[in-house]
């Protein structure tokens, strides 16, 4: 028995090794689970069944490229087959299992065996040396345990898989499509920039200088939609602001007394009105919120609730960024990978007509093949803002300052950032859209609130 090593050293192609040993085959089985377009010609090219035994089994999965597959099971009836996977078992954060075998059994006239195990799928990026890949190569007689081996393990492969039938192609890509939707959102990720923080959240002017006082016991009568969200025990955040510098049009123009607290009482005026409650100040449009000072429970006949809230005074600040998600979800992060092109080390050129059938949009310096690799890495974080035009600054701009972060070199950094290997992350970017408020646009729900 001989073996020999090819592991791509670091870009050597097997496609040649391979061809060699089906020149002279008169059996050949192949369990490898990718197979795209340029690994079909290589079968049509290298493979001749009319001196030969055949047997091909390939995963459904992507990439392999069913419709090319086709065309194997159409020239060599029964020789294809296919492994169809399935959801279950699915590893936690990681991939469903699936036919993932790379092994090639070749016996020639004389029974002497070649069989091929490793890493290589029939792929353009595989055969040819673009990867970094490593299969054994085994020579010995078509007798010994190695080779009985091998072809059991194809065996086994094949004994789970089904016929190709290149009637049922569109099948087979509802199949692919349904197993490989993408990778799974990263909810353990590290962004924590902001809390849970179901609330109402008011702005109003204060005419009457109450926001000096510690504590307030504030009366609303909410109508219509936003009525709803005032139930009992409910966080309330309240911002007040001098006379004048709130109910125009833009921006405020001062610094707002932030006040929170919860509501303590809630009466839906079906039955009797609250008379009893301590009030001692009072929203009484929600529309133009102005906070006065009143010594009972105002009678607001539009109102289809009254509404008792108890704040205490936090001092001044600029408001909290809030953010309201649908069906309470925090805000969407995505990162974003951007590359950039770098030459590959000892890659032998390769024929310009196959990286042009085979390679999407290959990207070539003079006759050499580029390969992407990653440079920047950029966090968008997606802010749904109730009233974004409530703050002093764009929401954006006020995030940032609050939880910018320094510039982190990633993967092999040396010191030197242009070194191959390196890349950074980039400042994150939070995209702001502006969320409808349920009544006026100084009163609304959140969901979540910014930790600064």
């Not at 060699?20 to 690994?39: E, H, N, P, S, Y």
């Not at 009319?50 to 999965?61: G, P, Y």
């Not at 595989?126 to 190569?137: C, P, R, S, Y």
């Not at 219509?224 to 405020?252: C, K, M, Q």
Request: glycine share 6%.
């Amino acid at each position: 028995m001989q073996t020999e090593l090819h592991s791509s050293s670091p870009h050597d192609p097997i496609r040649g090794h391979i061809a060699q040993a089906l020149a002279t085959a008169k059996r050949v089985d192949a369990a490898v689970a990718f197979i795209t377009r340029a690994g079909v010609d290589f079968a049509h090219r290298h493979i001749d069944t009319s001196h030969c035994e055949l047997r091909i089994v390939t995963s459904v999965r992507w990439p392999t490229n069913i419709r090319a597959v086709a065309e194997l099971a159409t020239r060599w009836p029964n020789a294809v087959w296919i492994h169809l996977a399935g959801n279950s078992p699915h590893e936690k954060l990681g991939d469903k299992y699936q036919m993932h075998s790379k092994a090639i059994a070749i016996e020639d006239a004389d029974e002497a065996f070649t069989g091929f195990v490793g890493s290589h799928n029939w792929t353009f990026a595989a055969l040819d040396g673009l990867n970094l890949e490593a299969t054994v190569e085994v020579s010995c007689r078509a007798s010994e345990p190695f080779a009985t081996d091998l072809r059991g393990h194809i065996d086994a492969c094949v004994g789970e898989s089904e016929p190709f039938d290149p009637s049922q192609v569109d099948a087979y890509l509802a199949i692919q499509r349904a197993l490989y939707p993408g990778p799974p959102p990263d909810y353990a990720d590290d962004f924590d920039d902001f809390d849970p923080y179901p609330a109402i959240v008011i702005h109003a002017e204060d005419p009457e200088g109450l926001s000096s006082r510690h504590q307030l016991q504030l009366y609303v009568g909410p109508e219509g939609e936003i009525a709803n969200e005032f139930i009992h025990g409910r966080s309330v955040d309240l911002y007040l602001y001098p006379a004048e510098t709130l109910l125009r049009p833009g921006r405020p123009s001062a610094i707002p007394v932030h006040f929170d607290g919860d509501v303590t009482m809630v009466n839906t005026k079906a039955d009797a009105r609250v008379q009893q409650r301590q009030v001692d100040s009072a929203i009484l449009d929600l529309q133009t919120p102005e906070v006065r000072q009143v010594s009972q429970f105002p009678d607001v006949r539009s109102a289809s609730r009254e509404v008792a809230i108890r704040l205490n005074n936090r001092g001044s600040r600029s408001p909290f960024v809030y953010h309201r998600g649908p069906r309470d979800t925090r805000p969407a992060v995505r990162d974003r990978v951007s590359f950039e092109m770098v030459s590959i080390p000892g890659l032998s050129p390769l024929d310009p007509e196959d990286v042009l059938r085979y390679l999407r949009k290959p990207q070539v310096s003079g006759s050499e093949l580029l390969r992407e690799t990653p440079s920047t890495i950029r966090r968008e974080i997606t802010v749904n803002v109730p009233s974004p035009d409530l703050y002093p600054d764009d929401p954006q701009t006020l995030l940032r300052e609050r939880f910018d972060r320094p510039v982190r070199h990633l993967g092999r950094f040396t010191g030197d950032s242009t070194a191959s290997g390196v890349y950074q992350e980039a400042r994150d970017e939070f995209l702001i859209r502006a969320a409808d408020t349920a009544q006026s646009r100084f009163v609304f729900s959140a969901t979540h609130r910014s930790k600064r």
